[in-house]
């Protein structure tokens, strides 16, 4: 399953950081950039860690492990990031999408009960359509 790498970890926290200061000045389109390339990044770690399994599901075989959950809960995070973001520029089928893969992920890991899941769904409800 997925082998942590540091180098890519650091790069991946480095753009999401970067990419919510960016949020924060309204500077959306910036964002969005950076939440792309960390999220980028996540999928070609997850990848090169071998086993094929995707980002989100390898942990399903190995439900001990903490560090897959613990990525897989980022990558949400980032989903969800990206999801606001395109919100924001009026992307409305796209931020769809990211937010609703973001739901899946949450309700995977988290259960349907948990805060970062009604998050998720408050800022599917946030869409303007």
Same mark, same amino acid.
């Given at each position: 399953?997925?082998? *942590? ?11 999401? *950081? ?10 959306w389109k910036e964002a969005l950039d950076l939440w792309m390339e960390e ?91």
């Amino acid at each position: 399953c997925q082998t *942590s790498d540091p180098v890519f970890e650091r790069r991946a926290r480095t753009l999401n *950081s970067l990419g919510v200061k960016k949020a924060k000045r309204g500077r959306w389109k910036e964002a969005l950039d950076l939440w792309m390339e960390e999220l980028m990044l996540r999928r070609e770690a997850s990848e090169r860690g071998g086993g094929g399994g995707g980002y989100y599901d390898c942990d399903e075989r190995d439900a001990s492990n903490t560090t897959n959950t613990t990525t897989s809960l980022e990558v949400a995070n980032t989903l969800n990031d990206i999801g606001i973001a395109l919100g924001k520029l009026h992307r409305v089928h796209d931020a769809m999408l990211y937010l609703n893969e973001a739901l899946y992920v949450r309700t995977l890991k988290l259960g349907e009960d948990s805060l970062a899941v009604a998050a998720t769904l408050h800022n599917l409800g946030n869409i303007e359509l």
